[in-house]
């Protein structure tokens, strides 16, 4: 196999990076292996490794290397051969069963929906491990995705019988034994505690097994943190629902992930922000200052090991509760050390604004900081830090004057109890004035320009811009819609054209670009995916006379076509990104991303996904980040970042807001209080958007308190424009013909995304375009919003085409 020499380079560059994504949950010391040699491998990921998450997650690489493959490349010798090739045996028939009952149960298009990110449960067998091996590795893997949430049952989020029998006695058997998790969510690890050496490897693209073996080799090492609490299925948090087929209450209010735990008093098996490397390290604080409202720490990291390796330090902060009942406490500030050698030490500076602390007064409408203690605690993870310095504000001071526009959950969130007085006698206390912070009143509805060429359009040709550009159908329902790119989502928008008004690409993500591996043009100039796309993402829910109408309308080249090749690099799921704690490293890959956005003419990427793990039942939580907003807002910005450096390219944060499942997705119904989504599921959007101004956002399927998020001016124009600042564009996930039909809520409807201040309905589709003129006309939808979203796009657009064609 040839690869261009852009696949080489972007290839080593993530064989170099992911590493950092993965950590240590537990360690004896007998890892890593000095050299190859004889290797025991089992476990359902040892050949069939989890690259990503399924649905708009995939990437349609060049190659895929499994943890089998890459451990022979690298030298070793893999002597549980028969054990593999007897689990796929036994997995070949439990497919095939599995597949025929879930076409018997699902029927039509919405079967095939229901099909996507569906999990076949790990079947029971017995197979031999006894294998002559120095070491012995089982790759546990589990796979999810769009359109379907994850189960609390044994093969899924909990462990199967066969699993645990397996691990345990593999772990008794071998004297050097590592269970490696090939997992892009949380699995309940408490049955198996006692295994000695547990690798999270997480999901990390299409070179995971030549990952895998510079890990075990020590070419390479683990450095990561875990950005979400993994604990007993039992203790997470079920105060709220989850996975309701219309309305979920997040009763829970603030208190999502490390906040509960910590505050509700649960011990998690491994805490947020744990993470053990090859090597030690020893973290000593130094200097805490105020400059202004500004908290600046300074620590010092050793490495007390036998290992090189990086350390991460994290700064959290306890609020006082006074008005505002608050969490035990929140990550305020982290940093990584640079790589370290045997007895070398690092500075790494933390700095962040108390401002950014404020809770939400909701009787008030406003962002606030109570006077009283801030009690700063610095470590390696959420449940080992120190106190290191106590901030005192004098009195309270109002950050910024809002308005509550997010609707009523319909009941009041959940309060923590009051937790016990600490001693601080002995820590250094810090005076702060409330003198220091100036109230910002939000300024609501701003004056927007109207260009030109856009009074020059009549009602029809308005419309046109409001809506994607006409693609519609099956090719819609996965996101692969565009006339422009092969295989990507779709395009923004093709009609106008020849008035000048650019057609633009989107295609989807976020562990890279999904588009078309191969295509051809047909004689009108028309791109021609080589190969069906579809049936990769849809074949398991398709029945054999579907696959074969699907074929038969494929478009074949002919002997003398030419074929173009647009092979894409997969980087590590977004959790994974955030495990590294390592916005550089984030920023790396996305330049990379942005560089592949420009050799196949992308300019919008519809990444990253920036949604909370509410739930580790979520099905698309490998899209996203963490628990945690901050780390959530820190990631995307640096995405953001990496990409909009090249010319013509964008990114699309989503999905905005309060997406947290998948059950029922285009018509689920989050019940959430304005407090709630303002401290926990808006704020690392807010994060974002201030730090690297990201050019496009897309709104989520579901509704907020009754209104889909896609049709909600207060979401759209009041916090995301007038609050925090977002100058770009706004468009709709890809609505499509399904979210009509039988429903307690109906789907959105185009003229109301128009008013809402929603630029564009995406992928776009005739009926789209015949709802919006209709609301037009009939006053529902004003020509001047219709004029200030074509403003927006206008702008935009030509920014962004011009950009390309470096004008």
Not at 150 to 179: H, S
Not at 249 to 257: A, L, P, R, T
Not at 340 to 367: I, P
Not at 693 to 722: C, F, W
Request: hydrophobic fraction near 35%; aromatic fraction near 10%; include cysteine.
């Amino acid at each position: 196999m040839k690869l261009y020499d852009y696949e080489i380079e972007h290839n080593a560059l993530v064989r170099q990076l992911a590493p950092e994504c993965t950590l240590l949950l537990k360690r004896d010391g007998a890892f890593p292996l000095g050299h190859p040699g004889k290797l025991a491998l089992f476990g359902n990921g040892a050949r069939h490794t989890v690259r990503g998450g399924t649905g708009s997650g995939e990437v349609y690489s060049h190659y895929t290397v499994n943890m089998e493959e890459g451990l022979k490349e690298a030298g070793f010798e893999i002597t549980s051969t028969e054990w593999l090739d007897g689990y796929d045996e036994l997995m070949q028939k439990a497919t095939e069963q599995w597949k025929a009952e879930m076409k018997q149960k699902y029927k039509g298009i919405q079967g095939i929906m229901k099909m996507m990110g569906a999990i076949m449960p790990e079947p029971a067998y017995q197979l031999s491990l006894d294998y002559e091996a120095a070491a012995a590795v089982y790759v546990l893997s589990r796979i999810s995705g769009e359109g379907n949430d994850r189960k609390n049952e044994a093969g899924d989020v909990q462990l199967t019988e066969t699993e645990i029998r397996d691990i345990c006695e593999l772990n008794r058997k071998y004297k050097r034994f590592l269970l490696v998790l090939n997992t892009g969510g949380v699995v309940d690890l408490s049955p198996v505690l006692e295994v000695r050496n547990i690798l999270l490897f997480s999901q990390l693209g299409h070179l995971s097994g030549e990952i895998l073996a510079d890990l075990l080799l020590g070419k390479s090492y683990p450095s990561g943190k875990l950005a979400t609490t993994w604990a007993k299925v039992e203790d997470y948090c079920h105060l709220g629902s989850f996975g309701e087929e219309y309305d979920t209450e997040y009763k829970e209010g603030i208190y999502v992930g490390y906040r509960y735990f910590d505050s509700a008093e649960k011990k998690p098996l491994f805490p947020f922000g744990f993470g053990l490397s090859y090597g030690d390290f020893a973290i000593e604080h130094g200097e805490v200052s105020l400059q202004g409202s500004r908290v600046n720490v300074e620590a010092e990291v050793h490495n007390t090991g036998l290992f090189k390796g990086k350390e991460v330090v994290q700064l959290y902060v306890s609020l006082p509760a006074g008005k505002l009942d608050q969490p035990y406490q929140m990550l305020a500030a982290f940093g990584k050390s640079r790589e370290l050698d045997l007895a070398q030490s690092d500075k790494v500076k933390l700095s962040f604004d108390m401002s950014e602390l404020a809770g939400y007064d909701e009787q008030n409408a406003r962002y606030l900081l109570e006077k009283g203690k801030y009690i700063l605690r610095l470590g390696n993870s959420s449940r080992n830090t120190q106190v290191i310095g106590v901030i005192e504000l004098d009195e309270d001071a109002v950050i910024r004057n809002s308005r509550n526009v997010l609707g009523e959950s319909g009941f009041k969130d959940w309060k923590a109890p009051q937790r016990k007085e600490e001693n601080l006698d002995d820590v250094k206390h810090y005076p702060l004035s409330h003198k220091l912070f100036e109230t910002v009143d939000t300024v609501y509805d701003h004056e927007e320009i109207i260009e030109p060429f856009v009074k020059t359009l009549n009602d029809k040709e308005l419309c046109y811009i409001n809506i994607g550009s006409f693609s519609g159908g099956l090719l819609s329902i996965i996101g692969n819609a565009s006339q422009k790119v092969a295989g990507a989502a779709g395009d923004l928008t093709a009609v106008l054209e020849d008035k000048g008004f650019p057609c633009v690409a989107t295609a989807d993500g976020p562990a890279g670009l999904r588009i078309s591996q191969r295509y051809f043009l047909d004689r009108k100039g028309r791109i021609n995916p080589v190969g069906n796309d579809m049936l990769a993402v849809l074949g398991n829910g398709l029945p054999k006379v579907a696959i074969k109408v699907m074929e038969a309308l494929e478009k074949k080249p002919k002997a003398t076509d030419k074929i173009y090749e647009q092979y894409c690099t997969m980087i590590p799921i977004a959790t994974a990104l955030a495990q590294s704690f390592n916005t550089e490293l984030a920023e790396k890959l996305a330049d990379m991303v942005g560089e592949e956005m420009e050799k196949f003419h992308v300019n919008f990427w519809l990444a990253p996904a920036m949604n909370i793990h509410r739930d580790i039942r979520c099905g698309r939580n490998f899209e996203y980040y963490s628990e945690d907003p901050l780390i959530s807002g820190k990631m995307a910005a640096a995405i953001t970042a990496g990409v909009q450096k090249h010319p013509g390219c964008s990114v699309t944060i989503k999905h905005y807001a309060a997406n947290n499942q998948e059950t029922n997705r285009y018509n689920s119904n989050s019940h959430v209080s304005e407090r709630a989504m303002r401290e926990i599921y808006l704020k690392g959007f807010g994060i974002c958007v201030r730090e690297s101004q990201p050019k496009a956002l897309m709104t989520s399927y579901n509704l907020l308190n009754g209104v889909h998020t896609s049709e909600h001016r207060g979401l759209i124009e009041d916090i995301l424009r007038s609050e925090y600042g977002f100058r770009g564009i706004v468009m709709t996930d890809w609505i499509v013909s399904l979210m009509s039909g039988k429903s307690k809520y109906p789907a959105p409807l185009s003229w109301k995304i128009a008013r809402a201040g929603g630029d564009v309905v995406m992928p776009g589709s005739k009926s789209d375009y015949k709802t919006l003129y209709e609301g037009l006309k009939a006053g529902y939808v004003s020509r001047n919003q219709l004029e200030i979203n074509a403003s927006r796009m206008y702008r935009m657009v030509n920014a962004l085409d011009k950009a390309a064609r470096g004008k």
